[in-house]
């Protein structure tokens, strides 16, 4: 099939075959996207197109299966990204409650190693820059920190033993 015969037979169809796409996916560009492709398509198999006897109505149905698989593939993408979400919103509450439980340990702690722990966890300080700023030796604040770390880490230890519990039944 030479070019101007593809031009003649099948890229004529190319109008009523947005047209039907246009149809089915709602959408101009892809539309668009869907004869682009089935042209090229055609193009690279044009000595099998010849052999059609009726190349409109099989150029239409190509115009159809080619929608339905994107949309499937659509449909497939939103109702993973919808899962997602779905997902996200499950354990989201969860780790912000974790977030918020840790702020309201550090915040229940005697106020040296409260200002210690934040000082060094939060805003990332040094050790000799928290002994300048709060004027007290290095070693009170290795000790503050550590002593504020452990009872942080136990009170949520404790939290996590709780939410894990087993209920028991009455016999």
Same mark, same amino acid.
Request: some cysteine; aromatic content about 8%.
């Given at each position: 099939?030479?070019? #101007?015969? /593809?031009?003649?037979? =099948? /890229? ?5 075959? @947005?047209?039907? +796409?246009?149809? /089915? ?5 892809? +539309?668009?996207?869907? =004869? ?10 044009? #000595?099998?197109? +010849? ?13 159809? $299966? ?9 449909? =497939?993408?939103? #109702? ?19 977030? #918020? ?23 990332? @300080? ?13 070693? +009170? =604040?290795?000790? $503050? ?27």
């Amino acid at each position: 099939m030479t070019h #101007e015969i /593809f031009r003649d037979t =099948v /890229f004529c169809l190319k109008d009523e075959m @947005y047209r039907f +796409a246009k149809k /089915f996916v709602m959408s101009a560009d892809e +539309a668009e996207d869907v =004869v682009q492709d089935l042209m090229m398509k055609f193009w690279q198999t044009k #000595e099998k197109i +010849a052999e059609y006897e009726n190349l409109k109505s099989f150029a239409m149905k190509c115009v159809k $299966n080619e929608c339905l698989n994107r949309l499937k593939h659509h449909n =497939v993408k939103s #109702e993973f990204a919808e899962l997602q979400q779905h997902r996200s919103e499950i354990y989201k509450p969860e780790v912000n409650n974790m977030k #918020e439980q840790i702020l309201i340990f550090i915040n229940r702690l005697p106020e040296k190693q409260k200002s210690v722990i934040h000082l060094k966890d939060v805003e990332e @300080y040094e050790i000799s820059e928290i002994s300048e700023i709060l004027e007290m030796e290095e070693n +009170a =604040v290795r000790v $503050n920190l550590m002593r504020a770390r452990q009872k942080v880490k136990e009170q949520i230890t404790n939290l996590m033993n709780y939410e894990h519990r087993q209920i028991s039944r009455p016999i």
